[in-house]
Structures are given as C-alpha cells and as structure tokens.
C-alpha cells in the first residue's frame, strides 16, 4: 500500500447515465477543496459528461486523459471510455444505456485490481437495466465480490451508526430459512474486523438485532432467536468477539442505545435499511466491507423523478469520498501497526 502522504487517487464510477450519478460528481467536484482529499479520476465518457453539464447549466473543467498516469492532482481526471454519440434522454431508465453503466464500472474494478487507483467510488446504477444486458449481474456488491479477494458484507455507515446485514437482496420470504448460526458468526466475523481495520475501533462492542417481534418474546414469537441466534452470539464470544443480543428492532434504535455499540448486526435487508435512512438519509455511505479493496457509494438511488433539474443533494456522494478515504489511511495505519508488533 502506498504512502498515505501522495495524493490518494480516487476512481469513480458515473452510475447511471440517465441518473444523478453524474451531477453529484460534477458538483461535488466544483468544489476544489476536494482535490485536497484525493485526485479524482471518473471512468466514462466527456461526451457523456458535457451533456449534462449544458444541462444542468454548470461550468467545471474536466481534465480528459488517456492514462491514469496523466492524472493531475488538481484537476477533476477523466479515462475516456467510449467516443460514441449516445441518445440520453434524462430521467429515464434505458436498457440501451446499461451496458456503458457496466462498463464504467468493470474498468474502474480493472484500475483498482491493478494498483492504477487505490479505492473506488460507485455512482447509484439501475440493477434491473443492467441486468437486461449483462446477464448474471445482480449489483455493485456481488459484482465487487466476485472480482476481489474476500467476503462481501455491506455496510451502512453515518454518525449514528454502522450497520451490517446477515442476508442483502433476497425476497422477504426467503429470510427465515436463509439465516443460520454459521452466517451469523461468519458475518459477524467479517463486521468485527472491519471495524478494527477499516474503522480503528480497538475492542469492538456489536449489537446483534432478533428476527421476530420482541426478539422472539422467549420463544412465544418465534423459535430463531433461542434456536440460531443466541448459539451464535455465545460462538462469537468464545471466539472473544464482544457480541450482545439478540435485541428487539423495533425499540433499538434509538440514538442513546446506538452510542453504546460500535457496530449493529441486522437479520435482513429492511430491518436495518429503515431505520438508517430514516435517520441518515442525507449523508449516510453503503460501505462494502470484507474485501481487500475499498469501495464506498451514496446511499441513494439513480434520482430519476429529480435527474436533470440541478436538484440532486450531493453530501452522500461527499461523504462517501471522505469515508473511503479515511479507510485508506486507516487500513495504512493498521497494516503498519500490525506489520511493526511482528518484530
């Protein structure tokens, strides 16, 4: 890993064409005290991009490259990807459009599996478009997953919480059966690493959240919590990983309960995915935890109903640079502490 003191360079991928994706970058990067942060270098197309800067009526510079070597610290970088005139129609989900989406985002995993970029930042992206053209993708996470070393676990990240998953994109009626003792310690596992490694917490303290009402209410509720969940709680504090629960959802979250805890384990996709937005919507960062690159993204979506009308708020897409930079600078620090007690 390189040293923290050169500029980190900051890949970014555009997300959807027809989205927010790009104004979200482009305003975010007017800002020239970014650039104080990392050098920006976004995988896609100046075409693509001064479309919708006439659009949206908004002046910056974009420094087109034909390298990442050619990166100007200062500048907001541009990898041309593709010259073609594409028929953008804002606003509007395209399939047409999917496979330049796919393709920003496969060369920005190609830059960062090679060293070009030490970490990833993804624009909101239509998972169904995609789809329609690239077969077996099913998002971000998964794709990411399935190119680097590790298990993905992803990860909600604000002021107010950090917040992970046991199962992600499934359909509510296979969340039951999809929940095992093993999946619990495993995630878990991967939770409490990265908030060591990623997050500089020295002994993490993690809630772990029941799957039915009450926690279960002592088995008149429901069976998982006595059956899968408390195993895997004693298991994970065997392994001396400070799990507590299993706590009711529907009364945990709650900011002086939330400041006990450096990191919350949720049992499915909603359970946790509400209550974070509700309290930080605006700024919070989806975090994919448990591979040995970092990627952040907004925790918004592609913003078709506001794409167009300069209407986009851009402090997740910022926070989610702030947040993948920190990782970097954490993750240097750690390996050298790590690397340092092995003498």
């Known amino acids: 890993m390189k040293n923290i003191k050169q500029k980190i360079k900051a890949g970014i991928s555009i997300g959807d064409l027809n989205g927010v994706g790009i104004e979200i ?10 650039m104080d942060f990392c050098t920006p270098i976004i995988f896609g197309s100046s075409k693509v991009i001064t479309h919708h800067k006439k659009i949206l009526e908004e002046e910056c510079h974009i420094n087109t490259i ?11 970088n541009l990898i041309n990807l593709w010259d073609e005139d594409l028929d953008l129609n ?7 459009l999917a496979k330049y989406s796919f393709n920003s985002l496969k060369k920005a995993a190609e830059a960062l599996n090679n060293n070009d970029i030490d970490l990833l930042i993804t624009a909101p992206i239509n ?11 099913i998002g971000h996470t998964e794709f990411l997953e399935a ?40 995630k878990t596992i991967i939770l409490n690493e990265s908030l060591k490694k990623d997050f500089g917490c020295i002994k993490p303290k993690i809630a772990v959240l029941g799957i039915n009402p009450h926690a279960g209410e002592n088995g008149m509720l429901g069976k998982e919590e006595n059956d899968i969940i408390i195993p895997a709680i004693k298991k994970l504090n065997e392994k001396d990983i400070m799990a507590f629960g299993p706590y009711p959802a529907d009364s945990f979250f709650n900011l002086d309960k939330l400041k ?3 990191g919350v384990m949720a049992m499915y996709h909603d359970q946790g995915l509400i209550p ?12 994919t935890a448990g591979l040995n690159i970092i990627r952040t993204s907004p925790v918004h979506g592609t913003g078709y109903d506001i ?20 990782i970097f600078k954490k993750r240097t620090d750690f390996s050298k502490l790590n690397k340092d007690s092995s003498f």
């Open 25 to 34: 970058i482009i305003k975010t990067f007017q800002d020239n005290r970014m």
């Open 66 to 76: 034909k390298n990442i070597a050619e990166a100007a610290p200062k500048k907001i």
């Open 90 to 96: 804002i606003g509007k989900a395209s399939t047409d």
């Open 127 to 137: 998972k169904n478009m995609i789809q329609k053209e690239i077969k077996d993708f």
């Open 147 to 186: 190119s680097f070393e590790g298990e993905a676990l992803m990860v909600m990240v604000s002021e107010f919480m950090k917040i992970a998953f046991i199962t992600g994109h499934i359909p509510l009626s296979q969340v039951k059966e999809s929940i095992t003792t093993k999946k619990i310690i495993s």
């Open 260 to 262: 006990k805890f450096d």
């Open 276 to 287: 974070f937005k509700t309290l930080s919507f605006s700024d919070g960062v989806n975090y």
């Open 307 to 326: 794409a167009g009308k300069n209407q986009a708020n851009t402090q997740s897409f910022r926070q989610s640079i702030f947040l993948a930079c920190d």
